[in-house]
């Protein structure tokens, strides 16, 4: 896969590229990922990226020219993804990763200042995407979570010990159970009896019990669209669950 991203911030980005798996995934020539500056495709005197809103107001809006042009310098195959990142976009989700995931070649878009001249995302992107409700100074550490969230889905991105296991948080739809390792005991806190037992399938019955609650108490929007058992659904009831 060939990443292509746009910022008139690029050092924003080998930091966050140049360790773990990221950095692994590069190296084994699982993806290629490559940051431009919209700068340098400016062509006025003073290589302008933004100006001043048409209908006046304050701050400054990014100008289409240079995102189009470094777009179209890129040799996209036709329908690839070209997002832009955008505290307007709806909220990107697993199944967006596991969709671009599937991409040849991808694009990310980061906006900065007040806006994009909204040209950019009727006629040049694909989609807009935000990652949360929160206000953020530009779409450049969104674009790094969409990297990350889409690079590690590639085929032989995860080592051993580290695939998205079956029963994985946002997989089955659930949060995960709580971990432990050693020791024991630490400043006089235990860890579950059951998980030092040996005892596997009753670790496993208080692992998805574990997983139910937490996700009741934190993410009761999660627990519509999980797959329960009616062992599952019996459990939650008798926590005061009602099915919406
Ligand atoms: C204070 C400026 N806001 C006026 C209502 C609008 C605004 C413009 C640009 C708010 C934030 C930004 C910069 N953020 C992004 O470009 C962004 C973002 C985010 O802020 N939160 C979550 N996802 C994203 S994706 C891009």
């Keep these: 896969m060939r990443v292509h991203i746009l910022s008139i911030f690029p050092d924003m980005f080998p ?5 773990g798996i990221m950095a692994r995934a590069q190296r084994s020539g699982l993806v290629e990922i490559h940051v431009h500056n919209p700068r340098d495709f400016a062509t006025d005197r003073h290589r302008s990226v933004d100006d001043a809103p048409f209908g006046g107001g304050p701050g400054m809006v990014m100008r289409p020219e240079p995102l189009f042009e470094a777009v179209e310098s890129l040799s996209l195959p036709a329908g690839s993804p070209v997002l832009l990142m955008s505290p307007q976009g709806r909220l990107f989700t697993q199944r967006d990763a596991e969709r671009l995931s599937r991409a040849e070649m991808l694009v990310l878009i980061c906006g900065r200042y007040e806006g994009v001249d909204d040209r950019v995302a009727t ?18 550490l969104p674009a790094l979570t969409i990297v990350d969230a889409v690079v590690r889905l590639l085929p ?9 296991l079956p029963d994985d948080s946002h997989t089955s739809g659930l949060l995960q159970y709580p971990q432990y390792t050693r020791p024991s005991e630490y400043r006089g806190w235990g860890v579950p009896e059951v998980l030092l037992s ?16 937490k996700t009741l108490e934190r993410r009761p929007d999660l ?22």
């Design 198 to 213: 040996g005892n596997h399938q009753q670790i496993a019955k208080w692992r998805r019990r574990a997983a139910l609650l």
């Design 156 to 164: 032989g991105a995860l080592g051993h010990g580290e695939e998205a």
């Design 223 to 244: 627990l519509r669209t999980a797959s329960l058992s009616a062992d599952d659904r019996a459990y939650l009831r008798g926590l005061g669950w009602t099915e919406a």
């Design 123 to 140: 006629h040049l992107t694909t989609e807009e995407v935000s990652v949360g409700d929160y206000v953020l100074t530009g779409g450049e």
């Design 15 to 19: 930091g966050p590229l140049s360790a």
